[in-house]
């Protein structure tokens, strides 16, 4: 069992549609984190929330925007995604910003696929 | 350009000890490499992670030069529960921030 849990686990949508992938931990972390990982490929970054601040954006497109409500919960609203963007989305979390001594924790990701 | 390479693949047989590395430049000087196992359709799973010279846990060693340009993880007589993928996590030294960037992977498998 994962201590970073990620809703839905899986999701299909259209072109069109809005939907949110949402990740919650209870372990009191301060540092939050979407991946994007696509079949046999290492996972790439592409947003860092610090103490639930947007520290970090990965040029990434503006069809996927992030929220950090409060300090357990990480949402990742979508809309109007593309074919290439189907992929399992991992949401990450870490006591502070940074590697040292802060390993991350990983939820199990959300398969998305768009049609 | 910043970039961490692995082998893409290695066979190994249950018992057997597993050397895998992570060659890596332009590290940032203030940061860890952390090596994470994933299995399909599962998040990555924190095995190790290092500064420099060597660590050792309960499941794995980590080896890091004094250069740091590459590490290798050391994994003690595999059983078939550790064919998985095997990713090192580096943070990149851009001049402005540090960017966190996964290896290429390793995809291991360990048979009888």
């Known amino acids: 069992d994962t201590e970073v849990t990620q809703t839905p686990k899986h999701l299909v949508m259209g072109m069109t549609n809005k939907k949110s992938l949402k990740c919650e931990q209870h372990?009191?972390?301060?540092?939050m984190y979407w991946y994007k990982q696509k079949a046999k490929k290492p996972p790439e970054l592409m947003f860092v929330y610090s103490y639930e601040k947007l520290s970090i954006n990965e040029s990434v497109p503006s069809r996927f925007s992030p929220e950090c409500p409060n300090s357990s919960l990480l949402n990742l609203h979508l809309h109007a995604l593309q074919p290439e963007d189907s992929a399992l989305y991992l949401c990450a979390s870490s006591s502070r910003p940074g590697q040292g001594f802060q390993p991350q924790h990983f939820g199990d990701g959300t398969r998305l696929s768009i049609l | 350009l910043a970039k961490t390479t692995q082998p893409i693949s290695m066979d190994s047989y249950e018992g057997q000890e597993v050397n895998i590395t992570c060659s890596h430049n332009n590290i940032a000087t203030n940061d860890y490499i952390t090596w994470y196992q994933q299995f399909p359709s599962q998040g990555p799973r924190f095995i190790i992670q290092g500064y420099k010279t060597k660590v050792t846990n309960e499941v794995a060693s980590l080896f890091i030069p004094a250069d740091r340009k590459s590490s290798t993880l050391s994994l003690p007589r595999v059983s078939l529960s550790d064919t998985a993928v095997y990713y090192c996590l580096v943070a990149f030294d851009t001049g402005t921030a540090s960017k966190l960037t996964f290896g290429t992977g390793t995809r291991l498998q360990v048979t009888l």
């Open positions: 372990m009191g972390h301060r540092a």
